[in-house]
C-alpha cells in the first residue's frame, strides 16, 4: 500500500503566484480531507470530498482557495494569487467513510510564499 | 476555543517514565482519536476509543474516555527517546441527528520529549 501521496513535498513561491497542490488518497478510500497547519493556528480543516463530492468547505479560508477531486484517484488544492499568511504545511487525508473511522495522513506539502 | 484542547502543551520526561496527556472536548462525539506527528512528518493514528468505551489499551498505550466531564487521557508507559513527538487528540463529532458530520476536529496537541 503506497499510502497517501502528496506533491510537491516543497513549494517556495512569490507572492501573487498561483500555487496547485495535489494529491492521490488510498485506492479505495471514498472520502477525503486536506488541512493546513501553522504554529499559531495548529490543524484546521480546509475541506473535505466524499465520493468526489465537496461535503464541507467551511474552513477554505477565502476565496484565494479552490479544491477540486475530478475523479476517486487525484484532488487539488489551489491557491491563487498566493500571499505570505499563506505559508504552512498542507495535509492531505483519506478514509473510508463509515467504514473506517481513523485518518490516513499524507507527508504534507510545506509552502512558503515569499 | 477549539473542540480538542490538550494539556499540558509541553512534557518533558526521561526514558522510562510515563507520559500522560490529557484532552478536553466541548460537544457530543461517536469517538475520539490519538495521532502522532514526527517532526516533519504527518499524523499517523494511534489508537481509537467510542463514545461507549472507557478504557482501550494498545501495546504501551491506555487510553481512557469520560463523557460525562468530556474529556480523554493518553497515557504511554515505559517511554523511549523514538516516543518523542507530538500527539493530537481529534473528535468525531455527532450531529443532531446521532451520526457523524464525517470529519475530525483536531486539538492544538501536546509536544512530548523523551531523554534517553
Known amino acids: 500500500d503506497a499510502g497517501v501521496i502528496q506533491s510537491p513535498r516543497h513549494e517556495v513561491t512569490e507572492m501573487g503566484q498561483e500555487v496547485t497542490l495535489r494529491c492521490k488518497p488510498i485506492?479505495?478510500?471514498?472520502?477525503l480531507f486536506w488541512y493546513r497547519q501553522t504554529m499559531m493556528r495548529g490543524l484546521e480543516l480546509l475541506i473535505y470530498?466524499?465520493?468526489?463530492?465537496?461535503?464541507?468547505d467551511s474552513g477554505m479560508p477565502e476565496d484565494r482557495f479552490s479544491a477540486k477531486m475530478p475523479n476517486a484517484s487525484f484532488s487539488t488544492l489551489k491557491i491563487q494569487p498566493s500571499e505570505p499568511r499563506d505559508s504552512a504545511v498542507y495535509f492531505c487525508?483519506?478514509?473510508?467513510?463509515?467504514?473506517?473511522?481513523?485518518?490516513?495522513f499524507g507527508p504534507g506539502t510545506r509552502l512558503t510564499v515569499l | 476555543s477549539q473542540q480538542g484542547e490538550e494539556d499540558p502543551q509541553a512534557l518533558s520526561i526521561q526514558e522510562g517514565e510515563n507520559a500522560t496527556m490529557n484532552c478536553s472536548y466541548k460537544?457530543?462525539?461517536?469517538?475520539l482519536q490519538w495521532y502522532r506527528q514526527n517532526s516533519g512528518r504527518g499524523l499517523v493514528h494511534l489508537i481509537l476509543?467510542?463514545?461507549?468505551?472507557r478504557e482501550k489499551h494498545s501495546g504501551r498505550l491506555r487510553v481512557t474516555l469520560d463523557t460525562s466531564k468530556k474529556s480523554s487521557s493518553l497515557l504511554i508507559t515505559a517511554s523511549r527517546a523514538a516516543d518523542t513527538a507530538s500527539y493530537f487528540c481529534?473528535?468525531?463529532?455527532?450531529?443532531?441527528?446521532?451520526?457523524?458530520?464525517?470529519?475530525?476536529?483536531f486539538g492544538q496537541g501536546t509536544i512530548l520529549t523523551v531523554h534517553p
Open positions: 487525508a483519506s478514509n473510508i467513510a463509515g467504514l473506517t473511522d481513523t485518518q490516513y
Open positions: 485506492s479505495g478510500h471514498n472520502s
Open positions: 470530498f466524499n465520493n468526489n463530492v465537496p461535503i464541507d
Open positions: 460537544t457530543s462525539i461517536n469517538n
Open positions: 476509543i467510542r463514545s461507549n468505551e
Open positions: 481529534a473528535t468525531d463529532e455527532r450531529n443532531a441527528g446521532g451520526t457523524s458530520y464525517g470529519k475530525l476536529t
